[in-house]
């Protein structure tokens, strides 16, 4: 449900633009979606996540920039921006406090040696900025449709091809440490 609510401005700003073929136009509506699904996100949980935040923030600059100067180059630069904050977010977890942003995020369900945690934080660190030169890439070397289906379809895809692979990788770890719980 919650990954289904994290897409539904992209899905609802994809339907708008299939229908009109109109970028502009998908923005100015993906910019109250976004809006909505914050809302609706405060009201269930009395809580945004700070990514959540930061995209909303993104989402209202960077659409409000596209719908105002009737520029697209600005909605396309805003998944590379959102990858790349991430990317530095998740690095410089790395070096700030005790925990990794991974290991935040997930040790609470998992237990897994910290070089584990440190590869894994930096695989999504590697992970976001790719995302963020594919996205370049897509936008500036193939049609303004391509990159829109490319932000929907094609991101998702590489997130759930990326999710599976960490779960491969978190596998080796998990059955190492209860390889090594048993006498």
Same mark, same amino acid.
């Given at each position: 449900m919650k990954?289904? +609510?994290?897409?539904?401005?992209?899905i609802i700003f994809f339907i708008v633009y299939k229908s009109t073929n109109d970028i502009i136009l998908a923005t100015a509506i993906l910019i109250?979606?976004?809006l909505l699904q914050m809302l609706y996100t405060w009201i269930k949980t009395h809580k945004i996540e700070k990514m959540q935040l930061v995209t909303l923030v993104l989402v209202v600059v960077l659409g409000g920039a596209t719908v105002l100067l009737e520029? /697209?180059?600005?909605?396309? @630069? /805003?998944?590379? &921006?959102?990858? @790349?904050?991430?990317?530095?977010?998740?690095?410089?977890?790395?070096?700030?406090?005790? /925990?990794?942003? &991974?290991?935040r995020l997930m040790g609470s369900n998992l237990a897994l040696p910290a070089f584990a945690w440190r590869n894994l934080n930096l695989a999504w660190v590697v992970?976001?900025? +790719?995302?963020? &030169? &594919?996205?370049?890439?897509v936008a500036y070397s193939f049609s303004e449709e391509t990159w829109v289906n490319f932000k929907l379809f094609g991101m998702l895809g590489l997130t759930l091809v990326f999710i599976i692979a960490q779960g491969v990788y978190l596998s080796r770890h998990i059955e190492n440490s209860?390889?090594?719980?048993?006498p």
């Amino acid at each position: 449900m919650k990954l289904l +609510l994290d897409f539904l401005p992209i899905i609802i700003f994809f339907i708008v633009y299939k229908s009109t073929n109109d970028i502009i136009l998908a923005t100015a509506i993906l910019i109250p979606a976004t809006l909505l699904q914050m809302l609706y996100t405060w009201i269930k949980t009395h809580k945004i996540e700070k990514m959540q935040l930061v995209t909303l923030v993104l989402v209202v600059v960077l659409g409000g920039a596209t719908v105002l100067l009737e520029d /697209k180059t600005f909605i396309q @630069w /805003k998944p590379t &921006v959102v990858n @790349w904050l991430f990317g530095l977010a998740f690095l410089g977890s790395q070096f700030i406090g005790s /925990k990794t942003i &991974v290991e935040r995020l997930m040790g609470s369900n998992l237990a897994l040696p910290a070089f584990a945690w440190r590869n894994l934080n930096l695989a999504w660190v590697v992970f976001f900025v +790719l995302m963020g &030169v &594919v996205n370049l890439f897509v936008a500036y070397s193939f049609s303004e449709e391509t990159w829109v289906n490319f932000k929907l379809f094609g991101m998702l895809g590489l997130t759930l091809v990326f999710i599976i692979a960490q779960g491969v990788y978190l596998s080796r770890h998990i059955e190492n440490s209860e390889n090594n719980d048993q006498p």
